[in-house]
């Protein structure tokens, strides 16, 4: 089992729908998440962190978590095109360490 | 530009050769990290310093591998006798941070995309 794992898509939502990815981890101690997006041939980009259960809401992005379920969630809503691209979830493992653990991303694509 | 900048953006190097990279995190950014990323995959851990005290080291980090960051500012990541598997994009993060605080947003570089002929 990979330590944080997402479907790799192509997730594809038409322009103005929410979309929903989704990512789970292994280490229940895990106490910091974080969502990241990925334009093609660039870097990650930081777009929300999450270190208590529930919501958490930025303009458009809602990230959810749920320790008990050790699932993390990022919501888009009114999703435009130049939102099209790989959305990783990072998690810190273990509350001793600082370093990111990856997913392998899923890829979003915004139907005009 | 007051974000992370990496030097240079692009290396193209022959298998054997040694490649430095350069990293400058944000200036009151006392925590440093390194990545690997290939085609596909998301970024993996290679290592992290705080101010200038390398703490965590990944196995990925071969004896070929190593990381300086003298005085605590920009840091350095050399690879030694370069192979075809080492060609990546190699991402440099910085974030601040306070010890027993879980709180550790990283900011992520441009990268440097490494290719190994």
């Known amino acids: 089992q990979k330590e944080v794992e997402q479907n790799s898509g192509p997730l594809s939502v038409p322009e103005g729908a929410i979309a929903s990815l989704n990512c789970t981890y292994s280490?229940?101690?895990?106490?910091?998440f974080f969502w990241y997006r990925q334009y093609s041939g660039k870097s990650p980009e930081l777009i929300m962190s999450i270190y208590s259960n529930g919501d958490k809401e930025d303009g458009r992005f809602t990230a959810q978590l749920n320790k008990a379920s050790q699932y993390v969630s990022l919501l888009i809503r009114d999703s435009q095109p130049s939102d099209s691209a790989t959305y990783l979830c990072?998690?810190?493992?273990?509350?001793?360490?600082?370093?990111?653990?990856f997913g392998s991303g899923t890829r979003l694509q915004v139907q005009p | 530009d007051t974000g992370v900048s990496q030097d240079p953006r692009h290396k193209i190097t022959k298998r054997g050769q040694n490649v430095t990279f350069r990293c400058d995190p944000i200036s009151e950014h006392n925590r440093l990290y390194w990545y690997r990323q290939t085609l596909g995959q998301g970024p993996e851990f290679l290592t992290y310093?705080?101010?200038?005290?390398?703490?965590?080291k990944s196995r990925l980090l071969s004896d070929r591998f190593s990381a300086e960051r003298p005085k605590g500012s920009f840091s350095t990541l050399e690879i030694q006798r370069t192979e075809q598997g080492d060609s990546a994009m190699y991402l440099c993060?910085?974030?601040?941070?306070?010890?027993?605080?879980?709180?550790?947003?990283?900011?992520f570089g441009p990268g440097t995309r490494l290719t190994v002929l």
């Open positions: 993060a910085s974030s601040s941070g306070t010890s027993g605080s879980f709180r550790n947003e990283q900011f």
């Open positions: 990072a998690v810190i493992l273990d509350t001793g360490r600082r370093a990111l653990t």
């Open positions: 280490d229940r101690g895990s106490q910091s």
């Open positions: 310093f705080q101010n200038e005290a390398q703490l965590e």
